[in-house]
């Protein structure tokens, strides 16, 4: 029997570690086709070489002055909801407790339609408007959802669902009463768009990455225990409140920079935790790899996008609603899934 047991494990392991490097080689393929898509199409070779300098003027000025800051931030966005994503849905133990779904996604919209609206502010103000209502929206829902010293699991998903809907209609009156012209500048940013994105909005998502997602990984393992319970949690030296508080911080601050370089990004945040949960099990909470699964899934929106038929420009964020929603009613109609 333990024998069986040892071979089960270690065919679990492998089925695992190569997913992962199919995820990797995927991720790597849609990059290089994401790079080579445009008015100017160009070969995988032209590409790679164009990437280090030895190709033709032009081809390196397309690469890596106009696709690669969008492509580099694409990566970056999802990876940052994809992380995000997991962590939330093993805070509130449901599926649909993604930072889109229970408000955090919109409130960083109400900072930044707010700055456009009533300020007419730039890129970096806006930004920092997303990310400081992101935070503060995500205090409120704390907050509200606390409950006998403790929050997260069913309580967090309904409060975050409340309050988002109110931030909808106060992103609703902004765009009503504004100026015309802002109006129409906000609701472009709503539609959530990879392009003309530039090294800065890179850079943004990219440093937030950097200090906040090994973050959460090391928490991951506290993040399995919690799930199992807190008084379970605790008996094996887990401050369970503590390490909600720390993993909610760093999973907001990236949800709030992934909207600040890209604008609102449904779907991406639900979707990759659930995805590389199903692929590889459920021993563990998967931060790095949902990371993984969300630069893979948002890439290749963007690149599906950019095929469209008769050229048709749809942005990124419309076009990750429309996949979402598709998944968020079979979410709903799985016999499995309670909400």
């Known amino acids: 029997m333990s024998t069986q047991i040892r071979n089960r494990r270690k065919f679990t392991a492998t089925r695992r570690r190569v997913i992962v490097v199919v995820l990797a080689l995927l991720l790597v393929s849609a990059a290089i086709i994401a790079l080579g898509t445009g008015t100017v199409t160009l070969g995988p070779s032209q590409v790679l070489g164009a990437l280090f300098g030895s190709g033709e003027p032009k081809d390196i000025l397309v690469v890596q002055k106009i696709r690669a800051p969008r492509v580099v931030t694409a990566l970056g966005v999802g990876a940052a909801l994809g992380a995000a994503g997991a962590c939330f849905q093993s805070i509130s133990r449901n599926p649909l407790g993604s930072p889109d779904i229970i408000g955090f996604t919109t409130g960083a919209a109400t900072g930044a339609v707010a700055q456009i609206v009533l300020f007419n502010a730039g890129a970096w103000a806006t930004g920092f408007a997303a990310m400081v209502c992101g935070l503060a929206t995500a205090g409120v829902v704390y907050l509200l959802s606390f409950s006998k010293a403790a929050t997260g699991g069913q309580r ?174 079979y979410l709903l109609t799985r016999p499995q899934v309670r909400t």
């Open 156 to 329: 967090l998903v309904i409060i975050g669902i409340g309050v988002g809907a109110m931030l909808g209609a106060v992103n609703t009156i902004l765009l009503a009463k504004g100026d015309a012209d802002l109006a129409a500048q906000a609701n472009l940013w709503l539609s959530g768009s990879l392009g003309g994105r530039t090294w800065s909005d890179a850079a943004l998502v990219g440093l937030c990455l950097l200090v906040l997602l090994p973050l959460l990984i090391v928490h991951g393992p506290r993040l399995t225990l919690l799930e199992m319970g807190d008084d379970t949690a605790s008996a094996l030296g887990v401050g369970a409140e503590t390490v909600r508080r720390i993993t909610i911080f760093a999973a907001v601050c990236l949800t709030a920079a992934a909207t600040a370089a890209a604008g609102p990004i449904a779907f991406v945040a639900l979707a990759s935790g659930q995805i590389i949960r199903q692929l590889i099990g459920n021993r563990t909470v998967p931060i790095w790899q949902a990371s993984l699964t969300g630069a893979l899934l948002l890439l290749a929106c963007d690149v599906a996008t950019q095929h469209l038929p008769l050229r048709a420009q749809v942005p990124i964020g419309l076009a990750t609603s429309l996949a979402g929603g598709l998944y968020l009613l």
